[in-house]
Every structure is written in structure tokens, then in C-alpha cells.
């Protein structure tokens, strides 16, 4: 292998360097060919000091790549909590009306137009509420925790019930829905 040649880059072409190492110190302990020897020296120098940059570069790049991953999972929910913070605003400002207010139906609608706001916060990133009830049971989806006697002959095998709404965050079940089964 000469110096123009490129660093090896996977595990295979490192092992055949390898090999190349182990003849080239085979070939070096016959004493009849001195200049030869030389210059296998210094081929093996050269090997050997290919394989350990590219050592050390991969060494380096595993440290990056893990120290760049716990990075994100520390900042990922960044996004979510800046988009919440006004929606935990107007909770406080509705929490600081309940002491001044006397009637209940301003109050009433307050909360409802925090709720609405909170919950078109979550769609926008992609929460997704599932539908459960009149559908049959799906293991994937439902989780049942009770059997009742099914109303009518259509119901049995499907849900009746949702105790627990479940959801979707970009297609992936994030809470499985709680249901009560018809039999």
C-alpha cells in the first residue's frame, strides 16, 4: 500500500491492513536484502500511522455524535413548552379572576377558550385524539378494562364506552385508549 492510497474506512480494509502489517514484519526478518528492509520500515511506519489517525478519528466522531444526541434529548421539548407558555399565561390570568369574579358563566367561557387554545397548541404538533367508541376492540390501539352486556346485537365485540381518550402523536399511539367492551 502506498501513501497516495486512501485511509481505510471500514472494518474489512482495516484488517487487510492489518495483514499487510504481519507480512511486512515477516519480510523484514531476512537479513540478505538491507535497502528492502529500509524501505519496508518505513512503509510499516506509514501503515501504522494511517491506522492510528483513523482510529483517532473515529474515536473522536463516536464522542461527538454521542455528546451531539444527549444534547437533543435534553432541548427536545424546547419547541412544545415555547408554545404552551402563553397558554400557562392565561391559566394564571384566569386563577386571578376566580378571587375577583362572582359569576360563573364568564368563567365558564374563559376556561373553555384556554382549553381550546391549549388543544389547538397540541394539534399543531402533531397530537391527534383517536376515536374508540362504536368501533371494534384493536389490541394496538384499545386497551379494555371492562366487559358489560352489549345494549343490542351490534355491540358486541365493540366499544361501548371510553374511560380514558387515547392519542396519537404523528401517527404513533403516544396513550392507549381505555374502553369498556360489549359482550
Known sequence: MTPEETIPTNEAEIVELASEQATVATEL???DNQPANDKLQTELAE???KYLRLYADFENFRRRTSKEKLELMATANEEL?????PVVDDFER???SFDNSTEVEPLKEGVGLIYSKLYKTLEAKGLKPMT???EILDADLHESI???PAPNDDMTGKIIDEVEKGYFLNEKVIRYAKVVVGS
Open 29 to 31: 526478518e531476512t537479513p
Open 47 to 49: 501503515l501504522k500511522d
Open 81 to 85: 413548552m415555547k408554545a404552551i407558555l
Open 94 to 96: 384566569a386563577m386571578t
Open 132 to 134: 374508540a367508541k362504536g
Open 146 to 148: 371492562a366487559q358489560f
